[in-house]
């Protein structure tokens, strides 16, 4: 006689996945009216190319057909926008799913992703889906990697840099990354989400170092977060490694289409950052004058603590008047809150609240 199954899901699936906690995203409040400064959405409305080219696509026949698997009118119109050619660019269904693509692509079970601490919480949990470890170095007091970040590891299958950083909203310059780049003796990913808001990128060092891959996301600077998408720059012999990973079809035709119309407008792109900035600097300014640490930011967010003050109850204050910010604990790091950067009124209205906090 036959054992009966055992039904309990944590052991029936691999150990590996009953041993992580599931990555938790911001709050997405789906109903009542929220200034939402959680999730580093942008507060604009994207280009209207972008609604021209959703109902075009949407229109006759073109949802019939499965999408062009590799979104070649989006990589053909943003290697125009970069600099490069088309076959440098990989695109995916927002820049989590290039991220999950990355991990699998380079990352086995018992081998060991490196990430800076503390930053995007979610490479951790991609490590932890592949039964990978995940070595957290921590920031310097100053935001600047030291040299531990490049300490050789046997296991060490790849690192993964969010810069601009979130939470911190700080920048490693390019010739720092490059250097940390040159160091590593893995493939190293510069996730450059905010990029389109910072002073400086990386992709130029894609071109000199084989085993750099920057990605992008559609999600804050175009504001499309709604939309998912985000495309990954590498040398072609790097994309085509990468392209056997990724889903046939991850990228579907509608957001193929939304996605080559925004990156066609630079002008919507320049306009919203320069937007952006200005209310950025209002923001970092306004903490500062209400007795906050807040830190300089080259994203579309800002951290902020204060000297004395707890923070969970000023996050927790806030919330009871309806402004929906961030609330950052990080084990062995300490705690924050980070603020996406609004529209001037939403900033003005969280500024508002805060007085009276
Ligand atoms: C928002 C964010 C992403 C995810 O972007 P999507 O394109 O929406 O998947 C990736 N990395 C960092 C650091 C982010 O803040």
């Given at each position: 006689m036959s054992a009966l199954p055992n039904n309990s899901p944590t052991s029936l699936v691999r150990p590996a996945i009953a041993a992580i906690d599931g990555y938790v995203p911001g709050e997405q409040p789906q109903a009542g009216k929220w200034v939402k400064?959680?999730?580093?959405?942008?507060p604009y409305a994207p280009s209207p190319a972008v609604a021209r080219a959703l109902a075009a696509t949407a229109a006759?026949?073109?949802?019939a057909k499965y999408p062009d698997s590799t979104a070649t009118a989006f990589r053909r119109r943003a290697a125009e926008v970069l600099g490069?050619?088309?076959?440098w660019i990989i695109c995916g269904n927002g820049s989590d799913d290039l991220l999950t693509i990355l991990v699998r692509t380079f990352v086995g079970e018992s081998e060991c992703l490196r990430m800076p601490y503390p930053s995007y919480i979610l490479y951790r949990t991609l490590a932890g889906i592949q039964g990978a470890g995940c070595d957290e170095v921590h920031y310097q007091r100053d935001w600047s990697l030291g040299e531990d970040f490049t300490r050789p590891r046997d296991d060490l299958r790849l690192a993964i840099i969010a810069n601009p950083n979130s939470p911190s909203g700080t920048l490693l310059p390019p010739a720092r990354v490059a250097e940390i780049a040159a160091r590593l003796p893995c493939a190293v990913v510069?996730?450059?989400?905010?990029?389109?808001?910072?002073?400086?990128?990386?992709?130029?060092?894609v071109k000199d170092n084989p085993r750099v891959i920057v990605t992008r996301s559609f999600s804050k600077s175009y504001a499309l977060a709604g939309l998912r998408f985000g495309f990954a720059v590498a040398q072609p012999a790097m994309i085509e490694q990468l392209l056997k990973v990724?889903?046939?079809?991850?990228?579907d035709t509608l957001s193929i289409a939304a996605a080559t119309a925004a990156i066609d407008d630079q002008a919507w792109l320049a306009d919203n950052r320069v937007k952006i900035i200005a209310t950025r600097r209002r923001l970092i300014d306004a903490l500062r004058g209400l007795g906050f640490e807040a830190l300089e930011s080259q994203a579309n967010f800002v951290w902020f603590t204060h000297?004395?003050?707890?923070h969970k109850p000023i996050y927790e204050a806030l919330k009871a008047q309806g402004i929906l910010i961030r609330f950052m604990n990080y084990a062995g790091w300490g705690d924050g809150l980070r603020v996406t950067v609004g529209t001037d009124d939403e900033i003005d209205a969280f500024l508002t609240c805060l007085k009276t906090i």
């Open positions: 400064l959680n999730t580093n959405e942008n006759g026949r073109t949802l490069v050619e088309p076959d510069v996730d450059e989400a905010y990029g389109d808001f910072s002073e400086t990128n990386c992709l130029g060092l990724k889903d046939s079809y991850n990228c000297p004395s003050r707890p």
